[in-house]
């Protein structure tokens, strides 16, 4: 029953390693009119991609302030217990965290990215 399942997760492998030679053997002639008049855009593959990375990173950030938001009610809620002020200032300090991280991926991405599109 192992060598079974080993012998479908090798064959599993090798089709995906060989999967992009197969696509690639595959030739459409589609020019830039073609993907025109059927609705694909005709923006550079980068930007795409930085304006997918830009928007990820902004939900991450509204994610952290909501998380920030969290712990500020749940410390105004807490009525002097000191357990769920400590939970709450753990909550505001995690998204603290999380917000300095999103913002330093934002900042290493945007240098990246515009790095990259301007050289290119």
């Known amino acids: 029953m192992k060598t079974g399942l080993k012998v479908a997760v090798i064959f599993g492998l090798l089709g995906l390693l060989l999967l992009p030679q197969v696509v690639g053997a595959i030739s459409l002639d ?13 923006r550079d593959v980068r930007e795409t991609i930085a304006s997918i990375i830009n928007v990820m990173l902004g939900l991450l950030g509204i994610v952290a302030v909501v998380i920030i938001l969290i712990g500020g009610f749940k410390w105004m809620t807490a009525m002097g217990n000191t357990e769920n002020v400590d939970k709450a200032k ?31």
């Open 90 to 120: 753990k909550l505001i300090f995690q998204g603290i965290i999380g917000l300095v991280i999103i913002l330093s991926a934002y900042a290493i991405a945007n240098f990246v990215l515009s790095s990259l599109l301007r050289v290119t």
């Open 30 to 42: 589609v020019g830039w009119e073609q993907t025109s008049a059927i609705g694909l855009g005709t």
